[in-house]
């Protein structure tokens, strides 16, 4: 059974040309190495169309996209439906990142929402989730990701958890250099990985992949990916050089 998945969220980074070359430069490796898992790659709206038919042409590589709306159309000046998407390539939808949550108020009632209607259109959901800092040194972090994930994904039928991967990322991590300890990574995967049994039962649990994310890049990868649930990483800057996601991703495929 495959667990693994290897997901790039670009941010608000590359121009279009910017990102259609570091798309092209992930399929020269991608169409001679074809993925034994699902790989996506999370580019900026304006750039969805044009890098989905990149990845169409090879199997288990996938577009997504970083943001879209709870509602399905309507007066949301600036906004992007689901729909919209859809008919642009998205596969998978990224819910519930950090940078979300803390910088544009996205709240839990939103989150399931937006998650709803993704899976409501046919998408898969990467629903990201962890700690601050102070919860991490008040040693309450297992209860406050327990919160996050009982308010939105714990909300969702058994029949949907097919479409949903988990992404842990404790917010001291994202864009800090400073990644979890391995043991620090696999502790909270397996804690989700448990109570995920006790809400779904194990053979949801045993088949929910579960991403880390925050720092993650070749140099510390291995160790992270070596620990026994985790399966694959949710990478924000080490996905935007080709060199170095290709490398995330030989790391990835070494782990059995
Ligand atoms: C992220 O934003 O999802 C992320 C993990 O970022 P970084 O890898 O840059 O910490």
Known sequence: MNR???????????TPKEGEALARELMEFFSENNPEFPVLLFPPATHLANISKITASIQNL???AQNAHSEE???FTGEISVPMIKEAG?????????????????NDDFLLKKTEQALKQGLKVVFCFGEALEAREADNYLS???????????KLSEVNMGNIVLAYEPIWAIGT????QPEQAQEVHAFVRKILAEKYGTKIAETTSILYGGSCKPSNAKAIFAQKDVD???IGGASLKAEDFIQLYKLLNAKN
């Open 4 to 14: 693994r998945i290897l997901a790039g969220n670009w941010k608000m980074n590359t």
């Open 62 to 64: 996938s577009a997504g």
């Open 73 to 75: 159309k309507g007066a």
């Open 90 to 106: 998205a596969e998978y939808l990224l819910v519930g990142h950090s940078e979300r949550r803390t910088l544009f108020n996205e």
């Open 144 to 154: 406050f990701v327990q919160e996050q994930l009982e308010k939105v994904v714990f």
């Open 177 to 180: 250099g400073k990644n979890a």
């Open 232 to 234: 694959g990483g949710l």
